[in-house]
């Protein structure tokens, strides 16, 4: 009896291997994205010919990749606290493409005391801010800003997963379905040894 339970050991193994086997299905996983919308303080320091101070508010409105790039839009209002460029209040609309620990900036805007309108570019990174503004006749307007944007979060995304049809088994390493061969789950080799 030993003998022809040893056959069949010996032999099934070498029939389950002469069957194709087929390639396990894959179930891609989810890429996790993550919509963000912050409003932010902040306080800017414009050196430069027009020197001033601005008290900032703001709402950064941004998509998060799960590769972590970051793209979206930020539109704020600067008011200046000093009397002397009281009325220079600025209102900017900027692009944002970067990724979770800085964003470039790039934008339009009006300043309402002096009638014109201004671009500006900058760079993000959490909590600070540093940019210039190009107003038509004025120049060149550069800043820094500190305010209450921390740094983005990247999303998670699910991991891919793998099935097999019925009457096979998932063999992990190589994923790959494997015939499923119900005598191995009745006869094991501990239990060879345990037969009298």
Not at 88 to 108: C, F, I, S
Not at 166 to 175: E, R
């Amino acid at each position: 009896m030993k003998i022809i339970i040893f056959l069949f050991l010996l032999i099934n193994p070498l029939l389950s291997f002469s069957m194709q086997n087929s390639p396990a299905i894959e179930t891609p996983g989810a890429e996790g994205t993550l919509n963000d919308n912050k409003l932010y303080a902040g306080i800017s320091w414009q050196f430069g010919v027009k020197a001033s101070f601005n008290a900032i508010l703001g709402l950064k409105s941004t998509h998060t990749s799960s590769g972590g790039n970051v793209t979206g839009g930020d539109l704020n209002v600067g008011i200046p606290i000093d009397k002397e460029h009281f009325r220079d209040v600025k209102l900017k609309a900027e692009y944002v493409n970067g990724n979770t620990t800085g964003q470039g900036n790039l934008g339009v805007g009006y300043i309402f005391g002096r009638d014109k309108f201004l671009g500006t570019i900058g760079y993000s990174l959490p909590y600070v801010k540093l940019g210039t503004d190009y107003i038509i006749k004025d120049g060149f307007e550069p800043y820094l800003q500190i305010n209450t944007l921390d740094k983005y979060k990247k999303p998670s995304s699910s991991a891919s997963t793998y099935s097999c049809p019925s009457n096979t088994v998932l063999s992990s390493p190589a994923n790959v379905c494997l015939p499923n061969l119900p005598i191995l789950n009745i006869i094991t080799p501990p239990d060879i040894f345990s037969l009298n």
